[in-house]
């Protein structure tokens, strides 16, 4: 698919689950449902996009990962017979349908998504760490095409706040300057930095508004219970990004600069997710501009919403194997 295909789709899962005023979640009871693989959804796809669905969800080639490699590794070592096998596999080109859960479906080159990670967008399913990290790289890669002296927001991986959380004065020069090369462009042109969260298995945003000198926690789940652990998670992001930033920050703005003297606040009026497993789709939706999970009006389909994101992920232009994996859902 070119970009058009996919500036379509973007706009398709920005405008098609939103509508309702009266509640934030769509009834499936209520409606007309198509059934897609293991997603039940408000309006049929292409054959196309069913195919793909189909061989990103399918059940056998998981079944097979799971036969052949419980199978033959004993004792964290594989028998002679079965390494011939699984040798002769990779010549004759098809592994992917021995190599399950390990296969990779998104490739953007220093980044990949495999098919054990994409199956956490299956219905009811926590979504994983993987996914939400392929999503800011998307959005990154987006930012990198701005005149380099635009304005632009930098979407940090999830596991630079997992880092900065374990302890992030352990950090070393070399871990923080991978951190600085591939995530963070100039600083002077940097309006917001978005850091995903996890706090006890539930994913939050941290926006840092570097204008404003702002850190606002974007909860989809709020609880009273979890406010005071997300401020001091909230502090060791900013001060994890002093350690990282503070030559270049002193230098732009003064001496005195620091992140940790941002104000924290929490984002007022969210709509929240109206189940116990959403909380990553809601932390990628709030890197969108505009974004629409903010606003009364939208209305929430748990279903469509993850079907729509695996397309995406796996449709783009940015996917370096996309086209290999159209071929292999046709083979179906």
Same mark, same amino acid.
């Given at each position: 698919?070119?970009?058009?295909?996919?500036?379509?789709?973007?706009?398709?899962?920005?405008?098609?689950?939103?509508?309702?005023?009266?509640?934030?979640?769509?009834?499936?009871?209520?409606?007309?449902?198509?059934?897609?693989?293991?997603?039940?959804?408000?309006?049929?796809?292409?054959?196309?996009?069913?195919?793909?669905?189909?061989?990103?969800?399918?059940?056998?080639?998981?079944?097979?990962?799971?036969?052949?490699?419980?199978?033959?590794?004993?004792?964290?070592?594989?028998?002679?017979?079965?390494?011939?096998?699984?040798?002769?596999?990779?010549?004759?080109?098809?592994?992917?349908?021995?190599?399950?859960?390990?296969?990779?479906?998104?490739?953007?080159?220093?980044?990949?998504?495999?098919?054990?990670? &994409?199956?956490? !967008?299956?219905?009811? %399913?926590? #979504?994983?760490?993987? *996914?939400?990290?392929?999503?800011?790289? @998307?959005?990154?890669?987006?930012?990198?095409?701005?005149?380099?002296?635009?304005?632009?927001?930098?979407?940090?991986?999830?596991?630079?706040?997992?880092?900065?959380?374990?302890?992030?004065?352990?950090?070393?020069?070399?871990?923080?300057?991978?951190?600085?090369?591939?995530? &963070?462009?100039? !600083?002077?042109?940097? %309006?917001? #930095?978005?850091?995903? *969260?996890?706090?006890?298995?539930?994913? @939050?945003?941290?926006?840092?508004?570097?204008?404003?000198?702002?850190?606002?926690?974007?909860?989809?789940?709020?609880?009273?219970?979890?406010?005071?652990?997300?401020?001091?998670?909230?502090?060791?992001?900013?001060?994890?990004?002093?350690?990282?930033?503070?030559?270049?920050?002193?230098?732009?703005?003064?001496?005195?600069?620091?992140?940790?003297?941002?104000?924290?606040?929490?984002?007022?009026?969210?709509?929240?997710?109206?189940?116990?497993?959403?909380?990553?789709?809601?932390?990628?939706?709030?890197?969108?501009?505009?974004?629409?999970?903010?606003?009364?009006?939208?209305?929430?389909?748990?279903?469509?919403?993850?079907?729509?994101?695996?397309?995406?992920?796996?449709?783009?232009?940015?996917?370096?194997?996309?086209?290999?994996?159209?071929?292999?859902?046709?083979?179906?």
């Amino acid at each position: 698919m070119g970009k058009q295909t996919t500036k379509a789709m973007e706009e398709y899962m920005d405008g098609h689950i939103q509508h309702s005023r009266d509640k934030n979640v769509i009834s499936k009871s209520c409606r007309l449902r198509f059934s897609v693989g293991p997603f039940t959804i408000p309006s049929p796809i292409s054959e196309d996009a069913k195919q793909l669905i189909l061989y990103l969800f399918d059940d056998k080639l998981n079944t097979m990962y799971d036969l052949i490699y419980t199978n033959c590794f004993y004792d964290n070592c594989i028998c002679k017979v079965c390494s011939n096998i699984i040798i002769l596999l990779l010549f004759v080109e098809i592994t992917p349908f021995f190599h399950g859960k390990r296969e990779i479906v998104v490739d953007i080159g220093d980044n990949s998504i495999t098919r054990s990670s &994409m199956r956490t !967008l299956l219905p009811g %399913e926590w #979504i994983d760490g993987d *996914i939400i990290t392929m999503y800011a790289d @998307y959005k990154n890669m987006k930012e990198a095409e701005k005149d380099v002296t635009s304005p632009r927001c930098w979407f940090l991986p999830t596991y630079y706040s997992q880092a900065a959380l374990a302890d992030w004065s352990s950090l070393n020069f070399a871990q923080a300057a991978g951190f600085r090369d591939r995530y &963070m462009s100039r !600083l002077d042109t940097c %309006e917001k #930095i978005y850091v995903p *969260i996890n706090s006890d298995g539930h994913w @939050y945003m941290l926006v840092v508004d570097i204008s404003h000198a702002t850190a606002t926690i974007w909860d989809s789940l709020e609880s009273p219970s979890r406010r005071e652990k997300m401020i001091n998670e909230s502090l060791a992001i900013l001060a994890s990004l002093d350690f990282v930033l503070r030559q270049e920050a002193r230098a732009l703005f003064c001496n005195q600069f620091t992140f940790l003297n941002f104000q924290i606040c929490r984002q007022a009026g969210l709509p929240q997710q109206p189940n116990g497993f959403d909380c990553g789709y809601y932390v990628m939706k709030y890197m969108d501009s505009p974004c629409i999970v903010v606003h009364d009006s939208y209305q929430h389909d748990s279903d469509h919403a993850r079907l729509l994101l695996a397309l995406y992920l796996v449709q783009s232009p940015l996917n370096k194997i996309r086209c290999r994996l159209i071929q292999e859902a046709r083979k179906l």
